[in-house]
């Protein structure tokens, strides 16, 4: 590296100019060298998981776009059912696309639920114990 007898035309000067050129003093000497951000790499090069996680965002996203109109009105709702912080949207990124399946249709008028030694025979408005 050059030696630099008066940077900018002083004996002492120091910090970055522009953010181009940046001069120092060390050990008695004076310093000029390109300006770099500290930790910046140029080029960029992304590593093996950053390049992975953008895949998968970028598949979620076009998930996203791909459901209907009903399908959002879903997720928008579990959203607020959960008071999850943000939109449908972001609560589907969240959650990786998965979670929410529209309920199926009903295969009888009455449900059978199973609550410790008996069973719950719902029709309707009427309950049975079996």
């Keep these: 590296m050059p030696k630099v007898t008066g940077g900018l035309f002083s004996l002492k000067a120091t910090k ?14 004076n310093i000029v060298y390109k300006y770099h951000k500290p930790g910046d790499k140029n080029p960029f090069v992304a590593s093996e998981s950053q390049v992975y996680q953008r895949g998968i965002i ?3 996203v076009s998930a996203w776009q791909a459901l209907t ?3 959002k009105a879903l997720w ?3 959203a607020e059912a959960v008071k999850y912080i943000g939109t449908g949207y972001h609560y589907f990124i969240h959650m990786n696309g998965e979670g929410i399946i529209p309920p ?9 639920k199973e609550d410790g030694d008996y069973l719950l025979l719902e029709t309707g408005g ?3 114990l079996e």
């Design 16 to 29: 970055s100019l522009k953010k181009t050129i940046t001069f120092q003093g060390k050990k008695g000497q």
């Design 58 to 60: 970028r598949g979620l």
């Design 69 to 71: 109109d009903e399908s």
């Design 76 to 78: 928008e709702n579990a």
């Design 104 to 112: 199926p249709p009903p295969v009888a008028d009455f449900l059978l």
């Design 126 to 128: 009427k309950i049975q």
